[in-house]
């Protein structure tokens, strides 16, 4: 049985009745003011849309211009789904803005769904690319966005860009070795040099000659080598790394292309490597103008004196490369 509220009844009580009518409203606005209401809980929240690439997993893409292609997405909004716009940007290789196109749009409806972008890549030089800025737009005008990419690599008839050349059984030793200067632990690829080449040098006035250097997680334990870049963000240097092996790279056949395509399909380019082991193959971006520049490393061995730490004096890592030549 619903509750009541029992007023004094009479004349007398005229005055009071009316105070206690107050009351009483009084009361209902505090309590429908009251943001933990239960009622409150089954009004959705205003919130903006959801945009997410569910297909391919890798949204740096690699194709020819002319190519027919499908970027899938997952599109969500409880206010309801109104626009899907893509709008492409071209670079070229140095990631300098060329062109910016004009928007694709799609009509769209619903609260939650899967929309399939299907396109053809677009005409441009070889190791250019495009850039697909896409936005999901409700009906109250909100929107999120989520982006692709498409490198545009060249026809397989084309002749390389760029020829390798090819070197074998190089090394970097421990950079824990007393004394530091007098051991090599960095290198520059082009040059085919290690650094420090001779003792007793200024380490500062070498950071931008070492395209790698090997290093360890505690100099003071076992010799568990990685590969860093001294010369990373400095002078036009862009040094990174991307871990790959025989299933997934042809090194004896590797060709400027092949390690392009090998660089960029890898979604986490790093500022170092794990922990090194022969038979890996470490892909190094050494410049990014006037276009990508690489080397591709082969590890060979890493030796290990046993004697570990800051004694491990011979302790090294061995590796073959090809490099490209701008």
Not at 101 to 120: A, R, V
Not at 135 to 145: C, L, P, R
Not at 173 to 188: A, I
Not at 294 to 322: H, M
Request: hydrophobic share 40%.
């Amino acid at each position: 049985m619903a509750s009541r509220l029992l007023l004094p009844y009479g004349p007398q009580f005229k005055h009071m009745k009316q105070w206690s009518f107050l009351l009483l409203i009084s009361l209902l606005v505090i309590s429908s003011c009251k943001t933990d209401d239960p009622i409150f809980e089954l009004v959705p929240a205003d919130e903006d849309p959801v945009i997410a690439v569910i297909a391919p997993t890798n949204t740096r893409l690699l194709n020819r211009s002319g190519d027919q292609i499908t970027v899938s997405f997952q599109l969500a909004d409880q206010e309801g789904l109104r626009l899907f716009r893509a709008i492409p940007k071209r670079y070229n290789a140095n990631d300098s803005l060329l062109e910016d196109l004009d928007p694709i749009d799609f009509e769209i409806s619903g609260q939650n769904q899967n929309f399939n972008f299907d396109l053809t890549v677009l005409p441009a030089d070889p190791f250019d690319k495009y850039q697909y800025i896409c936005y999901v737009i409700d009906t109250k005008g909100a929107s999120a966005e989520a982006n692709f990419w498409i490198s545009i690599l060249p026809d397989p008839t084309d002749p390389e860009p760029y020829d390798l050349l090819t070197y074998t059984a190089d090394t970097l030793k421990n950079p824990g070795t007393k004394p530091e200067d007098m051991f090599k632990f960095g290198f520059n690829l082009s040059a085919r040099q290690a650094v420090p080449s001779v003792g007793n040098q200024n380490l500062d006035t070498l950071t931008l000659q070492m395209d790698i250097a090997v290093d360890v997680a505690n100099p003071l334990t076992i010799w568990e080598p990685f590969l860093w870049s001294p010369n990373n963000e400095q002078a036009g240097q862009d040094s990174v790394f991307v871990m790959t092996d025989a299933t997934r790279f042809n090194y004896e056949e590797a060709t400027y292309t092949t390690i392009y395509q090998a660089y960029f399909s890898d979604p986490n380019p790093a500022p170092q490597t794990p922990f090194l082991a022969a038979g890996q193959y470490i892909i190094v971006r050494l410049i990014k103008t006037p276009r990508p520049q690489f080397a591709v490393l082969r590890i060979t061995e890493v030796i290990d004196d046993g004697r570990g730490g800051l004694f491990g004096v011979s302790d090294q890592v061995v590796f073959d490369y090809k490099i490209s030549t701008p």
